[in-house]
């Protein structure tokens, strides 16, 4: 399961000051330094969106995604691979899928500009076909493919009415 996900690089200049983190279970947002996203990786924890390499350093995870952006600016976002100037300044990452329920497949999207938003497969594809999702891709059958370190769990209904996904 996923405790964490990277939503954007935090930059002064050309220097790496942090990364913007959102955490799945108290649904807040953080920064982590480089520091402290080795000590959790190296105790276990999951941080989706970034892995420390062989040389020590924190780098954006390719299998996750290769759109990660960096915030360089005051609402300034380039992304990370430099060989990708496409001009995008939206980065959205799968951090919960709600399975089944009244209303299908929901997926929780978290976004650089810390909104929380929930969609169905079709609008994910769509998103998909625009620009790289964290954590999700489509597969040549035209499936919605989770990466394994989305939270994925089975929607719920409260008596009271619906209301899907724990809390």
């Known amino acids: 399961m996923c405790k964490a996900t990277v939503i954007f690089e935090e930059k002064l200049g050309k220097r790496r000051e942090g990364w913007a983190v959102y955490l ?8 982590y330094s480089d520091k402290q996203i080795k000590g959790k990786i190296a105790s276990g924890e999951r941080i989706n969106g970034v892995v420390v390499n062989e040389a020590g350093e924190v780098v954006m995870d390719e299998t ?15 992304p990370i691979k430099e060989d990708e100037d496409s001009g995008v300044s ?3 990452a799968v951090v919960r899928v709600l399975k089944g329920g009244k209303a299908g497949d929901r997926y929780e999207l978290v976004s650089n500009r810390f909104k929380l938003e929930v969609v169905d497969a079709d609008r ?3 998103l998909l076909s625009l ?3 964290g954590g999700a891709r489509v597969d040549e059958k ?26």
């Open 24 to 31: 799945n279970q108290s649904r807040d947002f953080t920064w």
């Open 64 to 78: 996750f995604t290769t759109g990660l952006l960096s915030k360089t600016g005051l609402a300034t976002y380039t």
């Open 90 to 92: 939206k980065y959205f």
């Open 124 to 126: 994910l594809k769509a």
């Open 131 to 133: 620009i790289s999702v």
């Open 142 to 167: 035209g499936r919605v493919v989770i990466h394994e370190g989305v939270s994925v769990e089975e929607a719920t209904e409260d008596p009271k009415g619906a209301r899907e996904g724990a809390v």
